[in-house]
């Protein structure tokens, strides 16, 4: 008898630009035990969306409500979250008890049912880009079904910062594109003693720091007890940086406040990328360039 959960594929954004890769997802996961389930969204295409914002919109529904998915993950990334947001039924959506996956332009959908609901999402590898993907990370895969399948998940990694730590709060962010973007709306949540990560692609360091210091006037680093730096990748400096880079960001930012800042978080817009419980629980500990993290209070 297959105890797998089940896997809902749909497509809130951006529309599949490789078919195949959808193709490959659906057979590597079903080749893992899942009864997958292939929303209409996946195969359409509407200007640069999956679908017009009503059949997206209709698409997240239909995995909210489907007895058959258990996890929901997203086709992609890309844009289109936002114009959704205003019309998700989140009360709903958190009453469905599915877990919802993806990374990128999702954060706006992770922070907004956080602050709504509460809802815990998690940050982790999508259809085309990684379940679909010619040759897919096994850190990836074995990490998120990891901790999916766990109350309580631990991993270790080289995180570069205070040669000593210990902290403990509520693990939320993603990428900084869209968390910058939400600061100060009604889609925002407010987090106090949390640990914070962040993550983004194609973007000049001096924008990274620009977006960090939009969180910092609006007051949200500061309220943090550690703040966790991820992949920043696929951009180019210019002339006029004279090697201004994301090590100077990083200096930067660590002048401007107290809390603890980590760098080298395995996540973002890469092939290896851990799986992170968006409103669970994190407690951080961090000894000699070793860091901890145990992930926990994020079951449905």
């Known amino acids: 008898m297959n105890d797998k959960p089940g896997i809902g594929l749909y497509a ?16 590597r996961l079903t080749a893992l035990g899942h009864k997958v389930v292939v929303d209409p969204t996946c195969r359409t295409r509407w200007q640069r969306f999956a679908a017009p914002d009503a059949e997206r919109l209709a698409g997240v529904m239909r995995m909210a409500t489907d007895p058959r998915v258990a996890i929901a993950i997203t086709l992609r990334g890309g844009y289109g979250w936002t114009r959704l947001l205003p019309q998700l039924d989140f009360v709903a959506i958190a009453a469905a008890r599915k877990r919802w996956l993806g990374y990128s332009d999702f954060t706006a959908f992770q922070l907004a049912a956080l602050a709504k609901v509460g809802m815990t999402s998690f940050s982790g590898p999508s259809t085309t880009g990684d379940f679909g993907a010619t040759a897919p990370s096994s850190f990836t895969l074995d990490h998120c079904f990891g901790l999916l399948a766990a109350r309580e998940y631990g991993v270790e990694c080289a995180l570069d910062g205070l040669p000593e730590c210990a902290v403990d709060g509520t693990l939320w962010g993603g990428n900084l594109a869209l968390v910058a973007h939400l600061c100060g709306t009604p889609y925002f949540p407010r987090i106090d003693g949390g640990i914070l990560f962040l993550e983004d692609v194609g973007e000049h360091p001096y924008r990274i720091e620009r977006m960090l210091y939009q969180l910092l006037h609006a007051g949200v680093l500061e309220r943090q007890r550690a703040i966790l730096l991820g992949q920043f990748t696929q951009y180019q400096l210019q002339d006029n940086d004279a090697g201004y880079d ?5 200096s930067q930012l660590r002048s401007l406040i107290d809390v603890p800042i980590y760098t080298g978080l395995p996540f973002g817009h890469v092939a290896d990328k851990l799986t992170l419980p968006v409103g669970g629980h994190c407690v951080l500990t961090a000894a000699r360039g070793a860091a901890r993290l145990v992930f926990s209070r994020y079951a449905c």
């Open 12 to 27: 809130p954004a951006g529309f599949a630009p490789e078919p195949a890769a959808l193709d490959r997802a659906i057979a």
């Open 246 to 250: 994301l090590p100077g960001v990083v």
